[in-house]
């Protein structure tokens, strides 16, 4: 029996660790097998999403992290092996763009050289150099997973060796990358012409010899002095390095052509870890050129954040946008269809999973006999499922490794710690990021935004009304709605899962409004009752009774703590008018100078000013230390990379970084590298908890 428990303990492990991990590299088994074809479960109905994700043309994924983007790049990567004509390469933008960012210290030292290249131009062309090597070396791989895809494919190959003749010619393609070329950067030719005299001096003695009759010697000497005048003209070649795009993805199409390829699918994830210069840098000298002259060839496939998206030159309206979070994945149906489908698609995650790993021992584990349990889960996760994984993991350690089974109560409590151990330290280690003053003052002031939201909502908790006295206990206060104009305001918000876009409706006075939740795990760290109540026909319109209106708190506390003026003549402008400042670009209507918005934190400024700019660090470094803090045991790269939404190799570059700070341990178990977070590092980032949570009355 003790034997089968822990059998069961492993399985549910196991399950766990597949949804917390919902990033392409996780979802193999012990032995290396891809495991996407028994776990991956569409969001829609017929596979909507993948089939859609497979159409030949531009598509932006959109989703918070863990809605299973790289997940889903994973399963099309597999079902594209199976067509003849098509290829994929998934590529990591953010770590191609830092590989080929130059040294600050080296680009000093190019800008004092004046025949060297603008630092633009040198950085534009080795982010192409960068991108291109990293595209054919994903392109070999896919063709090597070809072969071994299918018995039929070995025979194939055997008889007549196109793959193995192309993966030549493409090694062959990357090598020419590696040779200089250049442009001649000259205009017009302008002469310039310069004279030479010279003054020659000559002397000269020649001897003789006549064999004959009469054989005679002669001997003579020379001596001239003359004057030369000459004038010769001098053309300058201004040459620079080049690598030119388009000729070699033209290059890279013939050779994929004569394997029968006619489609390149190129998955780019990352996009919107990449800071905003960086994006717009990628779409404009990359992104946009592929997308517009690839001949066919190239489909972007591009993974990005909500709010986080910069298209440039992509026309819009020639392209797919599949977003994955809740309310647009399931709009336009009603909420009550909108939770249905979620409460469906999270039931799946969990099923799948437990017919793999636990097959026929879900109910051992999940108390499920009156259902409930799916739709808390729903409402802890809303149907994302990295914190799907990470509450079934925090469940667990209070119910079933203590011999219980996972019930409504513990998946309640186990949402509580996943936003105390996981989202709520945004706001503790905001304090220490590497940024300027003011971008650290914003966070905090959107700490002070997001509390003012819970205290009102707490306070409605004692609200009275004709609707309120219908509901037996505690009203349910954990849903607002703004008009959704103002859902910008809440983007960074939402962006770190403190709200979340639930839906969309008419309010009492016919006005469209966005409906937002609060973290469940937020509100159970403070009381809030989460959802809705039924039974009665008035409840359906809950949600926008007006109460929960909540335009009239946000805009007061940004006319309080958000400064709008204009850069040049410091004129001063109201919210109210920044909807009008943005349809002019941002240039004061005064002296056209440009207007700057400012977020404010009056209630943390003192805070803030404490922290010595000596310990300021990265995102990616301030994730790496919060990620090893939360856990008892050392992380491997990879599993950090995955709670961050970024790639290994870019977790190995920064945590160097760390350990020669000393904020960090770098070692090795059986071969595979693991991190530890240092006594040091916990005293500097983490002792100091008070600042994290959100002050309420």
């Given at each position: 029996m003790e034997n089968r428990d822990q059998e069961l303990i492993e399985g549910f492990r196991k399950v766990c660790q597949s949804l917390k991990l919902y990033r392409r590299a996780e979802l193999v088994d012990e032995n290396g097998d891809a495991l996407i074809d028994a776990l991956y479960v569409d969001p829609l109905p017929a596979n909507k999403v993948l089939s859609t994700l497979l159409e030949p043309h531009t598509t932006f994924l959109i989703g918070r992290k863990g809605t299973g983007k790289s997940t889903l790049f994973q399963k099309a990567q597999k079902d594209l092996l199976q067509r003849q004509h098509a290829i994929?390469?998934?590529?990591?933008?953010?770590?191609?763009?830092?590989?080929?960012?130059?040294?600050?210290?080296?680009?000093?030292?190019?800008?004092?050289?004046?025949?060297?290249?603008?630092?633009?131009?040198?950085?534009?062309?080795?982010?192409?150099?960068?991108?291109?090597?990293?595209?054919?070396?994903?392109?070999?791989?896919?063709?090597?997973?070809?072969?071994?895809?299918?018995?039929?494919?070995?025979?194939?190959?055997?008889?007549?060796?196109?793959?193995?003749?192309?993966?030549?010619?493409?090694?062959?393609?990357?090598?020419?990358?590696?040779i200089p070329t250049f442009d001649n950067a000259v205009g017009i030719l302008r002469a310039?012409?310069?004279?030479?005299?010279?003054?020659?001096k000559a002397a000269g003695m020649s001897a003789g010899a006549n064999v004959g009759p009469t054989p005679a010697l002669t001997i003579a000497g020379t001596l001239s002095e003359a004057?030369?005048?000459s004038e010769s003209s001098d053309f300058t070649n201004i040459l620079f390095r080049t690598l030119d795009l388009k000729s070699y993805i033209v290059k890279l199409r013939d050779l994929l052509s004569r394997g029968g390829v006619r489609q390149l699918f190129v998955l780019i994830d990352d996009f919107s870890e990449l800071p905003e210069h960086a994006m717009v840098f990628v779409v404009d000298s990359l992104l946009a050129p592929l997308n517009n002259w690839s001949e066919e060839l190239v489909k972007l496939k591009v993974a990005a954040y909500p709010g986080r998206v910069y298209y440039g030159d992509i026309d819009k309206t020639k392209i797919d946008e599949v977003h994955l979070d809740l309310f647009k994945l399931y709009a336009p149906a009603d909420v009550s269809s909108m939770e249905q489908a979620a409460i469906d698609f999270t039931k799946k995650l969990v099923e799948k999973r437990f017919a793999k790993f636990l097959p026929g021992r879900m109910d051992e584990v999940l108390d499920t006999a009156d259902g409930a349990i799916w739709r808390e889960l729903f409402f802890a996760s809303l149907a994302n499922p990295r914190i799907l994984g990470y509450v079934l993991h925090f469940a667990s350690e209070r119910s079933l490794i203590k011999g219980g089974k996972i019930s409504v109560r513990s998946v309640k409590e186990a949402v509580r710690k996943y936003y105390e151990d996981k989202i709520e330290a945004?706001?503790?280690?905001?304090?220490?990021?590497?940024?300027?003053?003011?971008?650290r003052l914003s966070i905090y002031s959107l700490k002070e935004l997001l509390e003012i939201i819970v205290n009102r909502a707490r306070e409605l908790r004692k609200h009275s009304s004709e609707i309120f006295q219908k509901i037996s206990?505690?009203?349910?206060?954990?849903?607002?709605?703004?008009?959704?104009?103002?859902?910008?305001?809440?983007?960074s918000l939402e962006l770190n899962f403190f709200v979340t876009k639930y839906f969309e409706m008419a309010d009492r006075s016919g006005q469209r409004v966005s409906v937002f939740c609060l973290n469940y795990g937020l509100c159970e760290r403070y009381s809030i009752r989460f959802g809705r109540p039924s039974g009665e026909r008035e409840f359906r319109l809950y949600f926008v009774e007006r109460v929960f209106d909540y335009a009239g708190v946000i805009r007061a506390f940004l006319n309080k703590n958000q400064e709008i003026s204009c850069a040049q003549c410091k004129a001063t402008f109201e919210h109210d008018q920044l909807d009008a400042l943005r349809m002019?670009?941002?240039?004061?209507?005064?002296?056209?100078?440009?207007?700057n918005v400012t977020n404010l934190?009056?209630?943390?400024?003192?805070?803030?000013?404490?922290?010595?700019?000596?310990?300021?660090?990265?995102?990616?470094?301030?994730?790496?230390?919060?990620?090893?803090?939360g856990e008892d045991d050392p992380l491997r790269p990879k599993d950090i990379a995955a709670e961050l939404d970024c790639s290994y190799q870019l977790i190995g570059r920064r945590a160097k970084g760390l350990e020669e700070r000393d904020l960090i341990v770098r070692d090795r178990?059986?071969?595979?590298?693991?991190?530890?977070?240092?006594?040091m590092a916990q005293d500097a980032y983490f002792a100091d908890a008070s600042i994290a949570p959100l002050a309420v009355d």
């Open positions: 994929s390469a998934y590529l990591d933008i953010k770590t191609i763009f830092e590989s080929s960012q130059v040294d600050p210290a080296f680009a000093q030292r190019i800008d004092e050289v004046s025949d060297a290249l603008p630092r633009q131009e040198l950085e534009r062309f080795l982010l192409h150099k960068a991108f291109l090597e990293s595209l054919i070396g994903a392109i070999k791989e896919q063709l090597k997973k070809r072969i071994t895809s299918s018995i039929f494919a070995r025979i194939r190959e055997t008889l007549g060796g196109n793959i193995a003749q192309l993966d030549a010619e493409l090694d062959e393609l990357a090598g020419s990358l590696r310039r012409v310069k004279e030479a005299r010279t003054d020659v004057e030369s005048i945004y706001f503790g280690l905001g304090r220490f990021l590497h940024s300027s003053f003011s971008e206990g505690t009203p349910p206060t954990s849903h607002f709605y703004i008009p959704t104009s103002m859902e910008g305001i809440l983007q002019y670009g941002m240039q004061c209507p005064k002296c056209r100078g440009d207007v934190s009056l209630k943390y400024e003192s805070e803030l000013r404490k922290v010595s700019d000596q310990i300021l660090l990265g995102r990616t470094e301030l994730g790496i230390l919060s990620a090893l803090n178990d059986g071969g595979q590298r693991i991190y530890r977070i240092t006594e």
